[in-house]
Structure formats: C-alpha cells, structure tokens
C-alpha cells in the first residue's frame, strides 16, 4: 500500500499561554520515522508531509489523496497543533469521505473516542503505534480483523469500537532505525528563520519515559515505563547518522542525563569517531551535576543543554515532587556555562498556593543564574499528571476536558488565567531585558565567534 503521514506541527512553540513564537522546521517528526520503517520494512510505500517546513493547502491534499491508499495523521493537545489536525482531516474527508485516515500521538492516548470523533478519522492508535502499524495495514487490506489488534480504536459502520489495552514494546533494540530519508527534503534547525544547527540535523532517542513522576507532569499517561535501549543500539544508530553526513544531533529523551554511564559510553564513542558534529540536549534534570561527564560531553561536541528547573521556591519544588533543590540548580547550571554550552531552562508559574513573592522568587532565582534563555509557563492540569487526577476528584476538572490551566475562578490557584499570563511576560521582559544576559551573551558569542546565538536572543527580545 502507499501511505502518508501528515505532521501537523504549527511551526510554533507556545512560550506561554496563547502566546506563540514561530519557530518553523526544526526537528525532524521522529515518531513517523519510526513507523515509516517498519512499513518499508513490510514493503509498503511512505511518504511523508512536516507542516512545519511546507505549506499544506487542499490542493496538496487533493494530490495526496489520490495517490495514496491511506493517510496517518500525529494528534497533539497544544492548542494550534490540534486545530491544525481536526483542519487537515476534515478537509480530507471533504476530499473523499471514504478515504481511511489513521490517527495516533499523545492526544489519542488522552482522549481516544473523542478524538477519532472529531477527526471524523477511522482508526486511532493508543499508545506508541510501532507494534500495531503493520497489523493495521493488514487490517485495511482485508487481511486481518481490526477487533484483533490491541490497542486501537476504530469505527464499525455507524460503531465505534475499543480493542483491549495496547501491548508494551518489551526492548526498544527490536525496533528499526527511523527512516531519516523520509524527510531529506526539508532542512531542520532553525527557530525563527535563524539556522541554529549547524548542518544536516536530526534527533535522537535513547530511552522512553521517565523514571520520576512530577506532579505536573502527565508522560506516563502515554509513555507508562521508563526503557533504555542498550549501548550497542545506540551507537550502531549513531554511526548510521554521522556516516550519512548529519552534523546536529540532539537527543529527545524525556530525561537524557538520568542514566550517566551510558551517556559517558555515547560522548565515548563520538569522540573515537573523531566525527564533527555538535549535540544538543533536548531535557535534563538540574541536578545531573558531574564535572567529568561534562568535561566528556563538552569534548563530544555538546553545544546547547536545555533544564526542566520549574521554579525558584524550595516549598514549589517539593510540593511539584521534584526531588530537586535550589543548590544542586545552581550546581549544575553554573558548570554547564563552565563547560560552554548554551543553557536553557523552563519555569512554572502558578503552583496552587503560589502567591506573588513565590512568583517574583522564580524570576529573581532565573536571572541569577547564569542562563542563555528561559521559558516561563503557565502551570497546565495535564491529563494523567497528579494535579489533575486530585482536580478532577474534587470536581474542579470535568475528564473530556483539554486544556486546563491554573485559574483562581476555578479553585486552581491565587491568580487568574490572565494574571498569570501577565507574570509570565513580566518573567519574560525581565529575563530577557536584562544587562548581565546580554554581556553573557555578547561574550558567548565571541567566545564561540558565531553570531547565531546573539540573533536569537534579540529575536526572542523582541518577540516579548
């Protein structure tokens, strides 16, 4: 069969509530390139269309209606990434009412009949797709019955009907590598028109998961068990990569530094590689402080290392289950600008008994540190983490709910929405307005003699 994927990405990411910074194409859908393997693998035919690095309009569509036998189509909650998705699918049933769409991602493990409802596709996936593309393959063919396979949810007639609960992927190294060629069209790495990457740029991913569970986070809803792949797995990717010339790679894990002897063996062996390439790493706990594995992952070529630091309160730390303190996020911060790398982190702003000095703490706490940028959000009840399950149990939170952020109307919090989005660009005009940064970054940039970092810090300046 001939399939497409569709990743529907806006190209933007949301610094704050309903407040979005264009990005455009900057890392490839890994998701899809995964499941696009093993179709190939099955002898299928894949193509696939990054929203973010093309524009999609009906006569595109069109086209790929009637040169493809089905269409798969990623979902995310994010508010712009899901209304581009309900667009694209309904515009293709528009197209041919009969034509099978397939819909997976994180929003169908959060909301399955709801989804595959106002997609008005026909079959969505539950959990990670990769053992069950090929039965559903089959399953279109005639081949096979779609109640047989786990984890799916599918329409019957005027039916929609639910398989038992998706299957784990026992070992991550029974997986092939993604199928990178897929999108050899598009050129990734840039945010904001400013190529960032050096190169040819893809993604890696290690591990699945999380070993931690934060309050506000909601990853083990659709990603339930922390897995590694083994060294040997790794690497053998890793030389696929660099051998077919990429030269930015970063590592998407979840939590990449959680296990340090097997990041030790990667920045190993990319060094007996002698190969030229830069790392970037996508999530960090603060508290992976290590002097010699820095010193290892400096020498490998990591250029950029973003940090999930969430806030400058011991008291919200704790309570957010963290298991972080404000010593080891000065810890690690400062030895990674020892080390030279482009630091980033992400805040929190709204935990439930935030007041303003808790809030004005987090701001004073980041521009303390020595960071290149930072990212404020507003505290989001994300399906599956803590703080909704006990939201919704007090009746706070109705369950088909999407987004739902702290709100004092609502019993969730001390601010308003709009309060809190106010905060977030006082966070926001203070980080980034102030002149200790912007000595750092002039003298990172002729540190580094490439201007690219100091483009974009204006860019995001004047993006506030």
């Not at 599918?154 to 992927?169: A, D, L, S, V």
């Not at 998407?252 to 060094?271: A, R, T």
């Amino acid at each position: 069969m001939k399939i497409l994927f569709i990743y529907p990405s806006s190209g933007t990411w949301e610094m704050a509530s309903k407040k979005f910074l264009s990005t455009g194409a900057f890392l490839p859908p890994l998701g899809i390139l995964y499941l696009g393997q093993m179709l190939e693998n099955h002898g299928h035919t894949v193509e696939v269309i990054d929203c973010s690095a093309q524009t999609v309009d009906l006569n595109t569509l069109k086209k790929a209606v009637h040169s493809h036998d089905v269409i798969g189509i990623t979902i995310y909650s994010e508010l712009k990434e899901l209304n581009n998705s309900i667009t694209l699918s309904h515009l293709i049933k528009e197209i041919d009412p009969h034509f099978p769409i397939i819909i997976g991602g994180p929003h169908c493990s959060y909301f399955p009949i709801q989804a595959i409802k106002e997609h008005h596709a026909d079959i969505c996936v539950q959990g990670h797709a990769e053992l069950v593309i090929n039965p559903i393959i089959k399953g279109l063919e005639g081949k096979r019955k779609l109640s047989t396979i786990p984890g799916i949810v599918f329409k019957e007639g005027n039916r929609i009907r639910r398989t038992k609960p998706p299957e784990k992927i026992k070992n991550l190294d029974v997986l092939p590598f993604p199928a990178r060629h897929l999108v050899e069209q598009y050129k990734y790495g840039t945010v904001m028109g400013i190529k960032m990457a050096k190169g040819k740029t893809t993604s890696v991913i290690t591990s699945r998961g999380c070993p931690y569970n934060c309050r506000f986070c909601g990853i083990h809803t659709h990603v339930p068990h922390y897995q590694s792949r083994s060294i040997t797995n790794i690497t053998t990717e890793l030389e696929k990569i660099i051998d077919e010339g990429y030269t930015t790679i970063d590592f998407v894990d979840d939590n990449f530094l959680v296990q340090k002897k097997k990041v030790e063996k990667i920045m190993d062996f990319i060094k007996q590689k002698d190969a030229d390439v830069k790392l970037w790493i996508a999530d960090a706990r603060a508290d992976a402080a290590d002097k010699n594995l820095y010193k290892k992952m400096k020498e490998a070529g990591v250029e950029l290392i973003n940090y999930g630091i969430e806030s400058g309160n011991q008291d919200v730390l704790d309570f957010y289950n963290k298991k972080l303190t404000l010593s080891q996020i000065r810890d690690t911060v400062y030895l990674s600008k020892e080390m030279g790398f482009f630091t980033g982190a992400n805040f929190i702003l709204g935990a439930p008994f935030e007041t303003k000095k808790h809030i004005n703490n987090t701001i004073k706490f980041a521009k303390s540190l020595p960071l290149d940028y930072a990212t404020f959000y507003i505290l989001g009840y994300i399906i599956g983490s803590d703080l909704r399950k006990e939201a919704e149990k007090d009746g706070k939170i109705k369950p088909d709910e999407i987004r739902v952020c702290a709100d004092s109307r609502r019993g969730l919090g001390n601010f308003t929405e709009e309060e809190l989005l106010g905060y977030t660009m006082k966070a926001y005009k203070e980080f980034f307005y102030n002149p200790y940064l912007w000595l750092r970054e002039l003298r990172f940039t002729l540190t580094k003699k490439d201007f690219k970092y100091l483009r974009l810090g204006f860019g995001l300046l004047t993006n506030r």
